[in-house]
Protein backbone atom coordinates (compact mmCIF):
# COMPACT_ATOMS: atom_id res chain seq x y z
CA UNK A 1 0.00 0.00 0.00
CA UNK A 2 1.04 3.39 -1.05
CA UNK A 3 0.94 5.79 1.72
CA UNK A 4 0.76 9.31 1.63
CA UNK A 5 1.94 12.06 4.02
CA UNK A 6 0.22 15.41 3.67
CA UNK A 7 2.04 18.71 4.75
CA UNK A 8 1.70 21.02 6.79
CA UNK A 9 -1.10 19.72 8.49
CA UNK A 10 -2.72 23.45 8.60
CA UNK A 11 -1.31 26.33 6.54
CA UNK A 12 -2.19 29.97 7.82
CA UNK A 13 -1.82 32.30 5.16
CA UNK A 14 -3.60 35.63 3.93
CA UNK A 15 -5.09 36.43 0.33
CA UNK A 16 -2.85 37.50 -1.94
CA UNK A 17 0.35 34.78 -0.66
CA UNK A 18 1.46 31.93 -1.90
CA UNK A 19 0.40 28.63 -0.71
CA UNK A 20 3.31 25.12 -0.84
CA UNK A 21 1.38 22.22 -0.11
CA UNK A 22 3.69 18.74 0.12
CA UNK A 23 2.63 15.42 -0.53
CA UNK A 24 5.15 12.72 -0.21
CA UNK A 25 4.37 8.98 -1.07
CA UNK A 26 6.26 5.87 0.38
CA UNK A 27 7.28 4.46 -2.85
CA UNK A 28 7.21 5.38 -6.54
CA UNK A 29 3.48 6.55 -8.23
CA UNK A 30 4.15 4.73 -11.80
CA UNK A 31 3.14 7.19 -13.96
CA UNK A 32 2.32 10.12 -11.43
CA UNK A 33 -1.14 8.95 -10.73
CA UNK A 34 -1.16 11.40 -7.93
CA UNK A 35 -4.02 13.53 -7.90
CA UNK A 36 -5.29 16.93 -6.01
CA UNK A 37 -8.63 17.78 -4.59
CA UNK A 38 -9.90 20.90 -3.00
CA UNK A 39 -12.77 20.45 -0.12
CA UNK A 40 -14.74 22.97 1.30
CA UNK A 41 -17.35 22.37 4.37
CA UNK A 42 -20.49 21.25 3.40
CA UNK A 43 -19.24 20.45 -0.19
CA UNK A 44 -18.25 17.63 -2.26
CA UNK A 45 -14.69 17.04 -2.98
CA UNK A 46 -13.45 18.64 -6.34
CA UNK A 47 -10.65 17.84 -8.43
CA UNK A 48 -7.88 20.56 -8.81
CA UNK A 49 -4.80 18.17 -10.54
CA UNK A 50 -4.58 14.31 -11.91
CA UNK A 51 -0.99 13.12 -13.63
CA UNK A 52 0.90 15.57 -10.54
CA UNK A 53 0.57 18.13 -12.87
CA UNK A 54 -2.17 18.78 -15.53
CA UNK A 55 -5.32 21.29 -14.11
CA UNK A 56 -8.52 19.87 -14.45
CA UNK A 57 -10.91 21.54 -16.82
CA UNK A 58 -11.99 25.19 -15.25
CA UNK A 59 -9.28 25.06 -12.22
CA UNK A 60 -7.39 28.83 -12.63
CA UNK A 61 -3.75 28.55 -13.92
CA UNK A 62 -3.05 29.83 -10.36
CA UNK A 63 -3.14 26.07 -9.35
CA UNK A 64 -0.21 24.17 -10.31
CA UNK A 65 1.50 20.86 -9.38
CA UNK A 66 4.53 19.20 -9.39
CA UNK A 67 6.66 15.86 -8.87
CA UNK A 68 10.46 15.18 -7.79
CA UNK A 69 10.73 11.66 -7.11
CA UNK A 70 7.89 10.96 -4.43
CA UNK A 71 7.57 14.34 -3.73
CA UNK A 72 4.32 15.70 -4.83
CA UNK A 73 3.92 19.55 -4.65
CA UNK A 74 0.58 21.34 -5.22
CA UNK A 75 1.49 25.38 -6.08
CA UNK A 76 -0.91 27.93 -5.45
CA UNK A 77 0.34 31.58 -6.85
CA UNK A 78 -1.96 33.63 -5.12
CA UNK A 79 -4.36 33.28 -2.47
CA UNK A 80 -8.15 34.13 -3.29
CA UNK A 81 -10.38 34.14 -0.65
CA UNK A 82 -12.50 31.47 -2.85
CA UNK A 83 -9.21 29.03 -2.20
CA UNK A 84 -9.36 28.99 1.85
CA UNK A 85 -10.48 25.17 1.98
CA UNK A 86 -8.79 21.33 2.85
CA UNK A 87 -6.26 19.85 0.50
CA UNK A 88 -5.84 16.52 -0.47
CA UNK A 89 -4.09 13.96 -2.51
CA UNK A 90 -4.60 10.47 -3.55
CA UNK A 91 -2.69 8.33 -5.92
CA UNK A 92 -5.26 6.82 -8.26
CA UNK A 93 -3.36 4.24 -10.18
CA UNK A 94 -3.55 0.80 -8.20
CA UNK A 95 -5.37 0.03 -5.28
CA UNK A 96 -5.82 0.60 -2.09
CA UNK A 97 -6.51 4.23 -4.11
CA UNK A 98 -4.80 6.10 -0.88
CA UNK A 99 -5.29 9.51 -0.01
CA UNK A 100 -3.30 11.76 2.09
CA UNK A 101 -4.84 12.89 5.50
CA UNK A 102 -5.12 16.50 4.00
CA UNK A 103 -4.11 19.93 4.54
CA UNK A 104 -6.19 22.29 5.76
CA UNK A 105 -5.19 25.71 4.23
CA UNK A 106 -7.12 28.84 6.50
CA UNK A 107 -6.95 32.81 6.88
CA UNK B 1 -24.86 17.46 -15.84
CA UNK B 2 -23.74 15.00 -13.69
CA UNK B 3 -25.99 13.85 -10.95
CA UNK B 4 -24.99 11.59 -8.14
CA UNK B 5 -27.48 11.34 -5.54
CA UNK B 6 -26.98 8.53 -2.47
CA UNK B 7 -29.72 7.47 -0.38
CA UNK B 8 -30.11 4.82 2.76
CA UNK B 9 -28.21 6.56 5.34
CA UNK B 10 -28.98 6.84 9.07
CA UNK B 11 -28.16 4.97 12.54
CA UNK B 12 -28.01 1.58 12.73
CA UNK B 13 -26.65 -0.61 15.64
CA UNK B 14 -22.94 -2.40 15.49
CA UNK B 15 -22.77 -5.81 13.79
CA UNK B 16 -26.31 -4.53 11.76
CA UNK B 17 -26.20 -4.37 7.93
CA UNK B 18 -26.97 -1.24 5.69
CA UNK B 19 -27.46 -0.92 1.51
CA UNK B 20 -26.61 2.83 0.36
CA UNK B 21 -27.82 3.30 -2.65
CA UNK B 22 -26.56 6.14 -5.71
CA UNK B 23 -28.68 7.16 -8.07
CA UNK B 24 -26.93 8.47 -11.37
CA UNK B 25 -27.79 10.87 -14.31
CA UNK B 26 -26.56 13.03 -16.99
CA UNK B 27 -24.01 11.16 -18.68
CA UNK B 28 -23.86 6.78 -19.44
CA UNK B 29 -23.45 5.16 -16.75
CA UNK B 30 -22.49 2.29 -18.11
CA UNK B 31 -19.37 3.49 -19.60
CA UNK B 32 -17.58 4.66 -16.02
CA UNK B 33 -16.11 2.83 -13.35
CA UNK B 34 -17.02 3.92 -10.00
CA UNK B 35 -16.50 4.46 -6.47
CA UNK B 36 -17.80 5.08 -2.83
CA UNK B 37 -15.24 7.24 -0.50
CA UNK B 38 -16.08 8.07 3.06
CA UNK B 39 -15.04 10.73 5.59
CA UNK B 40 -15.48 10.25 9.16
CA UNK B 41 -16.21 12.79 11.22
CA UNK B 42 -13.09 15.67 11.91
CA UNK B 43 -10.93 12.68 9.71
CA UNK B 44 -10.04 13.15 6.04
CA UNK B 45 -11.17 11.12 2.75
CA UNK B 46 -10.71 7.37 2.46
CA UNK B 47 -11.38 5.42 -0.72
CA UNK B 48 -13.87 2.05 0.46
CA UNK B 49 -14.54 0.60 -3.01
CA UNK B 50 -14.26 0.72 -6.44
CA UNK B 51 -16.27 -1.63 -9.23
CA UNK B 52 -15.48 -0.89 -13.15
CA UNK B 53 -18.12 0.11 -15.71
CA UNK B 54 -19.29 -3.62 -16.20
CA UNK B 55 -19.08 -4.86 -12.52
CA UNK B 56 -16.46 -7.27 -13.41
CA UNK B 57 -13.69 -5.90 -11.43
CA UNK B 58 -14.10 -4.76 -7.61
CA UNK B 59 -11.73 -3.71 -5.33
CA UNK B 60 -11.74 -2.77 -1.45
CA UNK B 61 -10.10 -1.00 1.27
CA UNK B 62 -8.30 -3.45 3.87
CA UNK B 63 -10.64 -2.30 6.38
CA UNK B 64 -14.03 -3.07 4.56
CA UNK B 65 -12.94 -6.15 2.73
CA UNK B 66 -15.20 -9.00 3.22
CA UNK B 67 -17.83 -7.10 5.33
CA UNK B 68 -18.58 -4.50 2.57
CA UNK B 69 -19.77 -5.52 -1.28
CA UNK B 70 -20.00 -3.02 -4.29
CA UNK B 71 -22.46 -3.16 -6.72
CA UNK B 72 -24.22 -1.76 -9.97
CA UNK B 73 -27.24 -1.79 -12.04
CA UNK B 74 -26.59 -0.42 -15.23
CA UNK B 75 -30.40 -0.74 -16.24
CA UNK B 76 -31.46 1.55 -13.73
CA UNK B 77 -28.62 3.95 -13.58
CA UNK B 78 -28.05 2.88 -9.59
CA UNK B 79 -24.75 2.44 -7.69
CA UNK B 80 -24.89 -0.01 -4.81
CA UNK B 81 -22.73 0.03 -1.12
CA UNK B 82 -24.20 -3.12 0.54
CA UNK B 83 -22.64 -3.05 4.31
CA UNK B 84 -22.48 -5.18 6.90
CA UNK B 85 -21.42 -6.49 10.47
CA UNK B 86 -20.97 -2.58 10.61
CA UNK B 87 -18.32 -0.86 13.19
CA UNK B 88 -17.96 1.77 15.00
CA UNK B 89 -15.33 3.03 13.27
CA UNK B 90 -17.64 2.55 9.54
CA UNK B 91 -19.30 5.96 10.76
CA UNK B 92 -18.91 8.23 7.95
CA UNK B 93 -20.37 10.23 4.95
CA UNK B 94 -20.22 8.09 2.59
CA UNK B 95 -19.99 9.79 -1.02
CA UNK B 96 -20.78 8.39 -4.38
CA UNK B 97 -18.08 8.93 -6.79
CA UNK B 98 -18.03 8.81 -10.60
CA UNK B 99 -14.33 8.29 -12.43
CA UNK B 100 -13.05 11.21 -14.62
CA UNK B 101 -13.49 9.35 -17.75
CA UNK B 102 -14.97 6.23 -19.51
CA UNK B 103 -13.06 2.91 -19.70
CA UNK B 104 -10.20 2.38 -17.52
CA UNK B 105 -10.01 1.50 -13.86
CA UNK B 106 -8.27 4.10 -12.02
CA UNK B 107 -9.81 5.84 -9.38
CA UNK B 108 -9.20 9.16 -10.59
CA UNK B 109 -12.78 10.93 -9.43
CA UNK B 110 -14.21 13.24 -11.80
CA UNK B 111 -17.64 13.73 -9.94
CA UNK B 112 -18.91 13.08 -6.32
CA UNK B 113 -22.67 13.33 -4.61
CA UNK B 114 -23.38 15.04 -1.58
CA UNK B 115 -23.03 12.17 0.64
CA UNK B 116 -24.91 10.10 2.85
CA UNK B 117 -24.21 10.17 6.28
CA UNK B 118 -23.99 6.29 8.44
CA UNK B 119 -23.84 7.09 12.22
CA UNK B 120 -23.16 3.20 13.78
CA UNK B 121 -24.47 3.60 17.47
CA UNK B 122 -26.21 1.04 20.18
Known amino acids: EIVLTQSPGTLSLSPGERATLSCRAT???????LAWYQHKPGQAPGLLIS???IRATGIPDRFSGSVSGTDFTLTISRLEPEDFAVYYC?????????FGQGTKLEI | QVHLVESGGGVVQPGRSLRLSCAASGFTFSSYAMLWVRQAPGKGLEWVAIISSDGVNRYYADSVKGRFTISRDNSKNTLFLQMSGLRAEDAALYYCAKRVSPGGTSALVGSWGQGTLVTVSS
Open chain 1, 27 to 33: QIIDNNY
Open chain 1, 51 to 53: DAS
Open chain 1, 90 to 98: QQYGWAPYT
